[in-house]
């Protein structure tokens, strides 16, 4: 079986035809969009339609209201310390999620070290929200809010615009900050007429490549601009703008409109085929994805009392590639502080496995998935230190 690519969530097969219409601009167009003749007018002209196509992606009217970026991790720092560093309250106080991505929670950590106070929300078992917990801590000290839109571990959704809507009736003047990078593509998006300051997609996690992000900005909302230089982007975000990557991403946020139904249905059905099948086949099976909302592409299974590294490495000789609980992002083995804020079982939490689909997942992929993934499991099972646990569950 050639590759079975089941890691969807971190990162994505870039789509033949995103790649088809960048070609020409990582060849012939090669014209810094900025400059003055006809041949620089082609690539401003192309990157205004990719602006076009991610204001229609995201459900946002202007499309001035969309800013370019290197990735979704410039564009939270962008909106994060955009926000506060324009307060003059140096003690302001800031809240997220316990769950949210790195490049939300180092940022806040890092702030928390210049003076903000930080209040990081909690989730329950089934990897929901405490909402009524998040809006009791809204102060009229309060100048930032993050949450991110799904949770690439879990794919737990979570509501963000009722969440910016509260926010607001408690304090106006308190921004909203939505990490939308694992909701981007798997479920629509409207951010016009909505509460949300600022939102962040990037292109590699919907069939883009890697290197080329978004931030929404509301208008109105003003922000010291992360990097300053020329006036490219209206000034918000200097430095020559990545013409063939920007192109890239228009084209891909097309796409992913046009094949939203798609991922909502049948990527949708593969999911839950390969679910079902692990769990029914596996006794040691547990489903860390229990969000009521969730979006269609992820699963996460923890496998009892056998290690998530070891599946990984079993995985891999069947050319089978997906994700470990743990926090791989840092290179570190400690257990992933999302499935730890979900107070997942020290039983499971070591042995989590995150399998994320896209619309390139094929029917024969998830079979040779069901078959092997419980062939691993029993295998590893057998040389488990654990053997009389095991063994109480049936294996
Ligand atoms: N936010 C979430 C929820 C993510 O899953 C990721 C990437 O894994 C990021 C942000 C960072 O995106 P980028 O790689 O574009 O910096």
């Given at each position: 079986m050639k590759n079975v690519y089941l890691d969807n969530n971190a990162t994505t097969k870039i789509d033949d035809k995103v790649v088809e219409k960048m070609m020409p601009y990582l060849t012939e167009n090669y014209a810094n969009p900025s400059s003055m003749y006809d041949t620089a007018h082609v690539c401003a002209n192309a990157i205004e339609e990719a602006r076009v196509?991610?204001?229609?992606?995201?459900?946002?009217?202007?499309?001035?209201?969309?800013?370019?970026?290197?990735?979704?991790?410039?564009?939270?720092?962008?909106?994060?310390?955009?926000?506060?560093?324009?307060?003059?309250?140096?003690?302001?106080?800031?809240?997220?999620?316990?769950?949210?991505?790195?490049?939300?929670?180092?940022?806040y950590e890092n702030l928390e070290k210049k003076g903000c106070k930080a209040t990081y929300v909690p989730v329950n078992e089934n990897g929901e929200l405490n909402i009524e917990y998040l809006l009791s801590k809204v102060t009229p000290e309060t100048v930032l809010v993050s949450v991110m839109h799904a949770n690439n571990e879990t794919g737990a959704i979570y509501p963000v615009y009722d969440i910016a809507k509260e926010v607001k009736k408690i304090?106006?003047?308190?921004?909203?900050?939505?990490?939308?990078v694992q909701a981007a593509g798997k479920i629509p998006i409207e951010l016009e007429d909505t509460d949300i300051d600022f939102y962040s997609v990037s292109g590699h996690k919907f069939h883009a490549p890697k290197g080329v992000g978004v931030l929404y900005v509301k208008k109105g909302n003003l922000f010291e601009p992360l990097l300053l230089g020329g006036h490219q982007e209206s000034s918000l975000r200097a430095g020559t703008q990545n013409t063939p990557y920007i192109v890239g991403l228009g084209?891909?946020?097309?796409?992913?409109?046009?094949?939203l139904t798609y991922e909502l249905t049948e990527v949708k059905r593969l999911r839950d085929k390969l679910e079902n099948g692990i769990l029914s086949a596996v006794k040691n099976a547990k489903l860390n994805s229990k969000s009521k909302e969730r979006v269609p592409n992820t699963t996460n299974i923890g496998f009892e009392y056998i290690e998530g590294e070891l599946i990984l490495l079993y995985l891999n000789e069947l050319n089978i590639n997906a994700s470990s609980g743990s926090a791989c992002t840092s290179g570190s083995l400690d257990p992933s502080h999302v499935l730890r804020a979900q107070k997942v079982p020290f039983t499971s939490l070591h042995g989590s496995i995150r399998f994320s689909l896209s619309r390139f997942t094929t029917e024969e992929e998830i079979d040779y998935a069901v078959k092997n993934v419980p062939e691993v499991i029993k295998k590893l099972a057998r040389i488990s230190p654990f053997q009389d646990e095991l063994r109480a569950l049936g294996l």
């Open positions: 196509q991610v204001a229609e992606f995201l459900g946002v009217k202007n499309e001035k209201n969309i800013i370019f970026t290197s990735c979704a991790t410039e564009s939270a720092n962008t909106a994060i310390k955009g926000v506060v560093n324009r307060c003059e309250n140096k003690n302001c106080h800031i809240i997220t999620t316990q769950v949210e991505h790195p490049c939300v929670l180092s940022v304090n106006k003047d308190t921004k909203v900050f939505v990490d939308g084209e891909a946020a097309r796409l992913a409109k046009e094949n």
